[in-house]
């Protein structure tokens, strides 16, 4: 497979919109709701934080086959595979959207997703 020049290291909050016809109407309307606001918003961070979360991104390796593939693809790839449905999603990104401001208010992280030098 040729490399496509897509792949970050993490999901990238400009393919949000590239996700929204992939499932259901519930699922529209958070891409939808998400894609609209602003950049530095909780709700794009805790999107992408859930979309970080179902893609492994913390795996993704530059030489890996989904970075060859390019973020968009990926993305695309695990919506579509998620066996969960739509409401399953927005309760993923509910939880997103939880943690993130735990860590915003409190600094809260959780600890699975810890560093070791945070212990």
Known sequence: MMYQGD???LFPPRVIAML????????QTLV???DQQPPDSIEKQAFTLMMIRL???LTCTPDS????????HCAQQTII????GDADLVA???QAKQDMLAW???GLVPEDERLPLEE
């Open 20 to 27: 929204r016809e992939l499932r259901g109407p519930d699922w």
């Open 32 to 34: 939808d709701f998400v």
């Open 65 to 72: 086959f989904r970075a060859m593939r390019g973020c968009k």
């Open 7 to 9: 792949a970050e290291i």
């Open 92 to 94: 993923r990104y509910e």
């Open 81 to 84: 595979r998620f066996k969960g």
């Open 55 to 57: 893609d492994g991104c």
């Open 104 to 106: 915003h208010e409190l």
